[in-house]
């Protein structure tokens, strides 16, 4: 008889083994690159707007810095709570439910404008808020003449992404990808010309990164509606049809599933923010060095984020087929890729700080040498919870997928800001390590969490748990 061929003494994994992974790490892979792409576009206009404010100076930067972490408080609870028609959206086309599908974008939609309008209006109000928080004026000021403007992108926003969410179900996510491509060069015109005065247009400082993000944002909007009223099989859903008709059932599943996702984005937003808030009470300097290197770490993330968008899809497909074997394998595939890209990532970073720090700083001009070389310590320390950001990322993805939220939010709640926050404050101040001591917060916080999503996977795949699909 044959003897099965071995590595260090244990017998290699079978073909009949190896070939449903094979098949979930294509599939996986196929329906991630367009999403990793559309996030990264998304990053590429945030940091077209972060580069071109830069060139106003490191006050301009500082402004950015509290303007970007307060529209996106806001945008991440809308978006969060609608994140959930991902996942329940795929459990119907698992079931092979397609009405269901209509229902929950639609009802997505309305969930959109009915919060995103009201909370765009308490965004005018920025200024004071920040002020009391203990920011420095001048920087206040100017975050509310980026927000005057960028605030109304927040429903359309909101509702683009839902859009987004019904392409990657039907798996066309390339539809997202082709719009914010669009976007990008559209958005790098109205920057250099409204923030710097260039091609004709007035010269409106950082108001007019707020203006430009703003047109970005709702054209956007506007094509992908027309892409998936237009596009099969997107078309064949009708989405707008009976546009107006409530389906109270639908609408409070997405709430009841989507609140718990929208709390942990906002949990886990807390330990960025609250990072950001005590980069102000170290000095203007630290608020714009943790500018440039969150905005670093936030290009290496969207990777992760694509992937673990896919994790909800194909776990949800999964799950909607009651096929336990499918959904581990989606999971797991999916945390694999994101590890070894964010490996890849850390170790980038800790080769090259400096050069990354420089992207967004003139580093000929001596009043920027402060903010350059405590950009790249923090991007040193940032190279050390790469891959722990990107195992709690596609992790929360994966749990999504099974409609397992609100667990995972309260560990977050514990790990981001129990844990994270509480010792980058103790390092910063007590310790007296400054703004590297509230990055090695941010570290500890990421890494718990990251732990946390693993341990919690492995636990329902091994008691087999599969979640409630949503019927007729």
């Keep these: 008889m044959t003897q099965p061929t071995t590595i260090a ?28 792409m559309t996030f990264l576009s998304e990053t590429a206009i945030e940091m077209i707007d972060v580069v071109v404010i830069g060139r106003l100076g490191a006050g301009a930067l500082a402004s950015a810095a509290l303007g970007v972490m307060s529209f996106f408080l806001f945008i991440l609870l809308v978006v969060g709570i609608t994140l959930s028609t991902a996942s329940l959206a795929a459990q119907a086309m698992g079931a ?12 997505g939609l309305w969930i959109s404008a009915l919060l995103g309008f009201p909370l765009a209006f308490v965004l005018l109000y920025a200024e004071p808020a920040l002020v009391a928080m203990g920011q420095p ?16 992108a927040l429903p359309t926003g909101a509702a683009f992404m839902v859009l987004r969410n019904f392409a990657a179900v039907l798996n066309r996510p390339r539809l997202g990808l082709w719009v914010l491509l669009g976007a990008i060069p559209l958005n790098t015109f109205l920057d250099i010309g409204l923030v710097l005065g260039h091609f004709g247009m007035p010269r409106m400082g950082i108001a007019g990164a707020g203006l430009a993000s703003l047109i970005a944002h709702a054209l956007m909007f506007v094509v992908m509606l027309w892409m998936v009223t237009t596009v099969k099989p997107l078309a064949r859903y009708n989405i707008l049809g009976r546009f107006w008709r409530p ?55 969207k990777v992760p984020l694509g992937i673990a968008q896919a994790a909800t899809v194909r776990v949800g497909h999964a799950a909607g087929r009651r096929d336990l074997a499918g959904v581990a394998r989606a999971g797991w595939m999916a945390m694999a890729m994101g590890v070894l890209f964010m490996g890849t990532m850390s170790v980038i970073m800790w080769i090259w700080p400096d050069a990354l720090a420089r992207i967004f700083l003139d580093a000929s001009d001596p009043a920027n ?45 514990f790990g981001f800001w129990g844990l994270g926050l509480s010792a980058g404050y103790g390092l910063a101040f007590p310790a007296e390590m400054g703004a590297a001591g509230v990055w090695i917060g941010i570290t500890i916080g990421l ?9 919690r996977f492995r636990h329902l795949t091994r008691i087999g748990y599969l979640p409630r699909v949503l019927h007729e």
């Design 137 to 152: 004026p001048e920087a206040a000021r100017g975050a509310q003449e980026y927000l005057n403007y960028l605030t109304w």
């Design 96 to 107: 092979r439910n397609p009405r269901q599908v209509r229902r929950v974008i639609r009802q």
């Design 369 to 413: 040498a402060e903010v350059l070389v405590l950009a790249a310590t923090l991007i040193l320390i940032a190279a050390f919870f790469q891959v722990g950001d990107g195992a709690q990322t596609i992790g929360a993805g994966v749990l999504r997928g099974l409609n397992d939220t609100a667990v995972p939010m309260t560990f977050a709640m």
């Design 247 to 301: 389906d109270w059932t639908v609408f409070w599943r997405i709430f009841r599933v989507g609140g718990p996702i929208a709390g942990l984005m906002l949990v886990e937003f807390g330990l960025i923010g609250g990072a950001l808030i005590m980069m102000g009470w170290v000095g203007a300097n630290a608020l714009a060095a943790h500018q440039i290197a969150i905005m670093l770490a936030s290009v290496t993330f």
């Design 9 to 36: 003494g244990r017998p290699t994994p079978s073909p009949e083994f190896c070939a449903p992974w094979r098949k979930e790490a294509r599939a996986t892979a196929t329906l991630a690159w367009p999403l990793v």
């Design 447 to 455: 890494s718990f969490v990251a732990l946390f999503h693993v341990l």
